[in-house]
């Protein structure tokens, strides 16, 4: 299982310009990937633009989006020239997770439909691929991309219409952060998908998990979780703050039981936007063992922390 780190760009009150350093940090400390997550109505930094900042400034580190929500782009020509602006800088090294968004506020901003969601996701993904393979009349530059199937594409969603999206236009599938069963249920769901679509080999597993570092991490995390999902009350709350990783003991067993599970690749994104959080966070993966262990891949020429 790779392992990741997400940018900090939706930790409210994080000092923007230091999403340049965090990403140069995480490359040198070895993180095998950057995340960065999507919402519209929230203290959120673009994640695209974001992406294109962290692409400038690092050589190796894979990109993900886990998730891009589709359901309020309402463009998918400019959102395909965005994703392939992306993957040109970085040179190839974006994969793209998508779904259709389930926050119903960026929905009512954004002007979108409020019904449809499914048939709209279907189109835009269709879309997104003729304007990649230059095969849409007018959409200049810059496409068609070089080489088949960029930018990678992972597809979200939980019921079954949602694997069966994954097996027919990705490269796999994005678990979401609640919990180890619908992981579970989901890796089995989407791999029946794929065999029935006749794919070869096996789809590759995205998730994340938030994480915090330091004497305050388990305060800290709290809020940040309620701040994002809602309070306590909300049905969320719960189930994501069960599965963060505020300790040592807590990052060992989500990192055992996730590449367990079958996880490709984990993007661990911050609660705390402090610069400190990428060196704390590869100290703790130190401490923990998953280093030195052959189950999680690194960047290993990089070693470890210095």
Request: with cysteine; glycine share 12%.
């Amino acid at each position: 299982m790779k392992v990741g780190i997400g940018l900090p760009i939706a930790v409210p009150g994080r000092p923007p310009r230091e999403v340049r350093q965090w990403a140069q940090d995480s490359e040198r400390l070895g993180f095998h990937s950057l995340g960065s997550i999507d919402r519209l109505v929230y203290d959120i930094l673009d994640p695209l633009v974001s992406l294109g900042v962290a692409a400038a400034v690092t050589e190796r580190v894979q990109l993900f989006t886990s998730v891009l929500n589709v359901g309020w782009r309402g463009n998918p020509v400019l959102f395909a020239k965005q994703l392939a602006t992306v993957d040109l800088i970085s040179g190839g090294r974006l994969t793209a997770g998508l779904g259709i968004g389930g926050w119903p506020d960026d929905f009512v901003a954004s002007g979108a439909p409020a019904k449809g969601h499914g048939k709209l996701f279907d189109d835009t993904l269709t879309e997104l691929r003729r304007v990649w393979n230059g095969e849409v009349k007018g959409a200049s530059g810059p496409t068609p991309l070089p080489g088949a199937g960029r930018p990678r594409l992972l597809i979200g969603g939980i019921v079954k219409a949602g694997y069966a999206r994954a097996a027919r236009f990705g490269q796999g599938w994005v678990a979401p952060v609640l919990g180890r069963e619908l992981l579970a249920n989901g890796v089995k769901a989407v791999g029946e998908e794929w065999a029935r679509a006749n794919r070869p080999g096996r789809p590759q597993i995205l998730t994340a998990r938030y994480f915090c570092c330091g004497p305050d991490a388990e305060d800290v995390t709290s809020e940040y979780v309620a701040h994002y999902y809602g309070s306590e009350e909300s049905p969320y709350y719960g189930p994501v703050r069960a599965d963060c990783l505020d300790s040592d003991e807590r990052l060992h067993d989500e990192l055992s039981a996730l590449s367990r599970a079958g996880v490709d690749d984990l993007v661990l994104y911050p609660a705390n936007s402090s610069l400190a959080q990428v060196h704390l966070l590869a100290e703790a993966l130190e401490r923990v063992g998953a280093r030195r262990d052959p189950t999680f891949e690194f960047n290993a020429d990089l070693g470890p922390p210095a």
